[in-house]
C-alpha cells in the first residue's frame, strides 16, 4: 500500500527565509505520481506541482522548486524567499497508476513578517 | 484547465437530517470521482471511489449505508449523508478523474464544509 510521511506538523519562518518542505513516499509501484498541494484558510487545493517516476529531473518555478530523489523515496519542497501569502498547509500526495491519490498529513507553513 | 463544481459550499443542518453535495465535472467526463473527508487541522482522507455506472467503493471504516454516493453521468457525482450527527461536520471535498489511463490526473472541487448542530 502506498504511504506519503510529511514528518514536519509546523514550520515557523520569517519573511524571505527559504524553507524546505520534506515528503517521503512509499509504493510498491514502479510507475506513480507525486504532487505536492497548497491548502490556504479558505480550504480549497492548489495544484502546484505533478511529477511522474520516470522523471527524476529538479524543477524550479519562480520561487518554488522541487527535489526528487527515487533513491531516498523524497520528493521535497522549497520556498526561496517566503512571503506571508506562502503561509497555508502544504500537503504531499502519490498516486498509482489507475490507483486513487493519498495524502500526507500535511506541514503547516507560517511566514511571518 | 479542467474545473470541478460543488454544491453547496456551506451547509448547516440540524441532527438527524440529510444533505446532498453534489460534485460537477464542468468541462470534461470524468469515468471516476472520489470522495475525501477533512477534519480539521487533520489531512485529506479517503471515503470513496466511484465509477460512473457502478456502485462506489468504501474505504474501510467508513459506513456505506451513512455515506451513499451515486455516480450516474460523467459529469456529476453526488455524497448524501443521512442522518447527519454532529460527528459528521467536516469539510468534504470531491475530485474528477479525467482519464483512466497513463494521463491519471485528477481535478479537485472547493470543498463543502458541513456543520451538524
Known amino acids: 500500500a502506498q504511504k506519503v510521511t510529511q514528518a514536519q506538523t509546523e514550520i515557523s519562518v520569517v519573511e524571505k527565509e527559504d524553507v524546505t518542505l520534506d515528503c517521503v513516499y512509499e509504493?510498491?509501484?514502479?510507475?506513480?505520481?507525486l504532487f505536492w498541494y497548497k491548502q490556504p484558510p479558505s480550504g480549497e487545493l492548489v495544484f502546484l506541482i505533478r511529477?511522474?517516476?520516470?522523471?527524476?529531473q529538479n524543477e524550479i518555478s519562480g520561487r518554488y522548486s522541487w527535489n526528487f530523489q527515487k533513491s531516498t523515496s523524497s520528493f521535497n519542497f522549497t520556498i526561496t524567499a517566503s512571503q506571508v501569502v506562502d503561509s497555508a498547509v502544504y500537503f504531499c500526495?502519490?498516486?498509482?497508476?489507475?490507483?486513487?491519490?493519498?495524502f500526507g498529513a500535511g506541514t503547516r507553513l507560517t511566514v511571518k513578517p | 484547465g479542467a474545473v470541478v463544481s460543488q454544491h453547496p459550499s456551506r451547509v448547516i443542518c440540524k441532527s438527524g437530517t440529510s444533505v446532498k453535495i453534489e460534485c460537477r465535472s464542468l468541462d470534461f467526463q470524468a469515468t471516476t470521482m472520489f470522495w475525501y473527508r477533512q477534519f480539521p487541522k487533520q489531512s485529506l482522507m479517503l471515503m470513496a471511489t466511484s465509477n460512473e455506472g457502478s456502485k462506489a467503493t468504501y474505504e474501510q471504516g467508513v459506513e456505506k449505508d451513512k455515506f451513499l454516493i451515486n455516480h450516474a453521468s460523467l459529469t456529476l457525482s453526488t455524497l448524501t449523508v443521512t442522518s447527519a450527527h454532529p460527528e459528521d461536520s467536516s469539510f468534504y471535498i470531491c475530485?474528477?478523474?479525467?482519464?483512466?489511463?497513463?494521463?491519471?490526473?485528477?481535478?479537485f472541487g472547493p470543498g463543502t464544509r458541513l456543520t451538524v448542530l
Open positions: 500526495a502519490l498516486s498509482e497508476v489507475y490507483g486513487d491519490m493519498r
Open positions: 475530485s474528477a478523474r479525467r482519464s483512466a489511463g497513463w494521463d491519471n490526473e485528477q481535478f
Open positions: 511529477r511522474n517516476s520516470f522523471d527524476e
Open positions: 509504493t510498491r509501484d514502479t510507475t506513480y505520481y
